[in-house]
């Protein structure tokens, strides 16, 4: 079963348009990460959020996290083309040392 | 510059085979991991490692083994492929992941 549930499954917007993903999780976490995927590349790691921080930015993307709701948000501003991409989060739970586990992920497509 | 890197890029094998798919990190982390990636099912961990002669398993393990015998390598063996372990395998090292390029393994 998956940890890590992201909302929506896919997403199409035209670029300079935001984009918002969600996350949500069922088990106490020591951090949730959100990681980037081109088609038939690996995983790129985009941003970690430790379990008592709420908000963290870098550069075009904010994550917020609210550990009452087990729910985690990705925010792209002013999206891009090349942003076309799989988002997928992860989370370290607490009695898990390193592992995370991930979501199904969201397919953002990003139209020029 | 440090890197992962994962081989084969791309199997072909036939079923009931021994398959073993090559991770090798030069970041000397000592935490590493091994995923499959299918549609609908995200990212899946298979095993893992803390360290040399660490080896834990993960949520599908079943039907597939890993060593480590030094920091830099995390083989993953298929001890006998089957039609249901044809996927996208990716290797990750620390905790805040890095990720190889990934191997696509069909077993036919």
């Known amino acids: 079963s998956q940890q890590g549930e992201e909302d929506p499954q896919a997403l199409s917007i035209q670029e300079g348009e935001n984009a918002t993903m969600n996350c949500s999780y069922k088990t106490s976490i020591n951090n949730l990460q959100w990681y980037r995927q081109n088609s038939g590349r690996g995983l790129v790691h985009l941003i970690l959020?430790?379990?008592?921080?709420r908000e963290k930015h870098s550069g075009r993307l904010r994550v917020t996290l609210d550990t009452s709701k087990k729910s985690s948000s990705l925010l792209i501003t002013a999206s891009r083309a090349a942003d076309t991409a799989s988002y997928f989060c992860a989370t370290a739970a607490h009695n898990a040392g390193n592992m995370l586990t991930f979501g199904g992920g969201t397919r953002l497509m990003v139209k020029p | 510059d440090a890197e992962i890197t994962q081989s084969p890029r791309h199997k072909i094998t036939e079923t009931g085979r021994q398959v073993t798919l090559a991770c090798h990190q030069t970041w000397n982390h000592n935490n590493m991991f091994w995923y499959r990636q299918d549609l609908g099912h995200g990212l899946r961990l298979i095993h893992y490692s803390y360290g040399v002669h660490d080896t834990n398993k993960g949520e599908v393990s079943d039907g597939y083994s890993v060593s480590r015998s030094n920091t830099e390598d995390l083989p993953l063996t298929l001890e006998s492929a089957a039609s249901s372990q044809t996927s996208v395998y990716f290797c990750?090292?620390?905790?805040?992941?890095?990720f190889g390029p990934g191997t696509r393994l069909t077993v036919t």
């Open positions: 959020i430790r379990s008592n921080e």
């Open positions: 990750a090292s620390s905790d805040k992941q890095y």
